[in-house]
């Protein structure tokens, strides 16, 4: 009885890493879709996080590519407690 008691909490773990890295390494599902494609973005408006720099609104998002760009740039400099977004290069830009 003593090796069981020994050895079942060792193979329930080697079950479950099994059963984990499984899904991790097959998914079913390769591709995870949105609920919020083709639809608007919600109206918000972000306080800035330092002084001196620009809140962040929904309205930044009005412009494509270039304005998902500036607002990155902008999160990134936040983040990162830059001196201006500017100074952060995106690839294509």
């Given at each position: ?16 890493f ?21 639809k ?27 304005a998902?760009q ?18 952060i ?5």
């Open positions: 009885m003593k090796r069981v008691s020994l050895w079942l909490p060792f193979s329930i773990f080697v079950v479950f099994g059963v984990v890295a499984f899904g991790l390494i097959k998914p079913s599902d390769h591709v995870i879709t949105s609920k919020m494609v083709g608007p973005l919600p109206q918000f408006a972000l306080q800035p996080a330092h002084e001196g720099q620009a809140g962040l609104t929904s309205g930044d998002f009005s412009g494509g590519a270039a998902a500036r607002v990155c740039k902008l999160v990134y400099s936040l983040h990162r407690g830059s001196a201006s977004p500017d100074a290069a995106i690839k294509g830009d």
